[in-house]
T-cell receptor, first 115, second 114 residues
Framework: GAVVSQHPSWVICKSGTSVKIECRSL??????MFWYRQFPKQSLMLMAT?????????EQGVEKDKFLINHASLTLSTLTVTSAHPEDSSFYIC???????????FGPGTRLTVL | DAKTTQPTSMDCAEGRAANLPCNHS???????VYWYRQIHSQGPQYIIH???NNETNEMASLIITEDRKSSTLILPHATLRDTAVYYC???????????????FGTGTRLTVIP
């Protein structure tokens, strides 16, 4: 149980374009989903927390207009990287929890490369 | 802020028990100890968590000292697939803080040797 998927697993895009990443909880309903970013040889850094049906809460330094998060259902959250630039190239990982207090289960990650 | 201290790296022979230590000397009474691991280029995998009692599941055992200032994750029979970075995370009960953040430090890189 507690399986989280992400799509796509990797994506290459041109600078200035937008990319959408999906995160799905496959066998449970996730009230809360989290988005992390991991640069090479670094640890995970939380970008934002989203609760189903409400606006996401962004961590300090993360631009909410650049990283659009939608959590429209209890099994799906999306992260859209708008006007991507090479410095946005990273490993994006989502996690989901049944509710705000529960253990977070992580997806397999999406590797974004912006040319 | 990092609330845990872990060795940077460890080796373990295949088939032997892997004991991964973690110091969390400033842990508070309402803080849980969580362990995750991350295999290269994958998302973190939840392993186990505990508050003050020792815990065991199908993956590992978690031994927490009586004063709760340190803990040890035990993989009873390490296999090559257990090679990963292991993160020990102290997490405050979200209901008390309004946050459910997990702070991933640098972790311990465990290498299981054939």
């Amino acid at each position: 149980g507690a399986v989280v998927s992400q799509h796509p697993s990797w994506v290459i895009c041109k600078s200035g374009t937008s990319v959408k990443i999906e995160c799905r909880s496959l066998d449970f309903q996730a009230t809360t989903m989290f988005w992390y970013r991991q640069f090479p040889k670094q640890s995970l850094m939380l970008m934002a927390t989203s609760n189903e049906g409400s606006k996401a809460t962004y961590e300090q330094g993360v631009e909410k207009d650049k990283f659009l998060i939608n959590h429209a259902s209890l099994t799906l959250s999306t992260l859209t990287v708008t006007s991507a630039h090479p410095e946005d190239s990273s490993f994006y990982i989502c996690s989901a929890s049944i509710d705000f207090t529960d253990t977070q289960y992580f997806g397999p990650g999406t590797r974004l490369t912006v040319l | 802020d990092a609330k845990t201290t872990q060795p940077t790296s460890m080796d373990c022979a295949e088939g032997r028990a892997a004991n991964l230590p973690c110091n969390h000397s400033t842990i508070s009474g309402n803080e849980y100890v969580y362990w995750y691991r991350q295999i290269h280029s994958q998302g973190p995998q939840y392993i186990i968590h505990g508050l003050k009692n020792n815990e065991t599941n199908e993956m590992a055992s978690l031994i927490i000292t009586e004063d709760r200032k340190s803990s040890t994750l035990i993989l009873p029979h390490a296999t090559l697939r257990d090679t990963a970075v292991y993160y020990c995370i102290v997490r405050v009960a979200p209901l008390q803080t309004g946050a459910n953040n997990l702070f991933f430090g640098t972790g311990t890189r465990l290498t299981v040797i054939p």
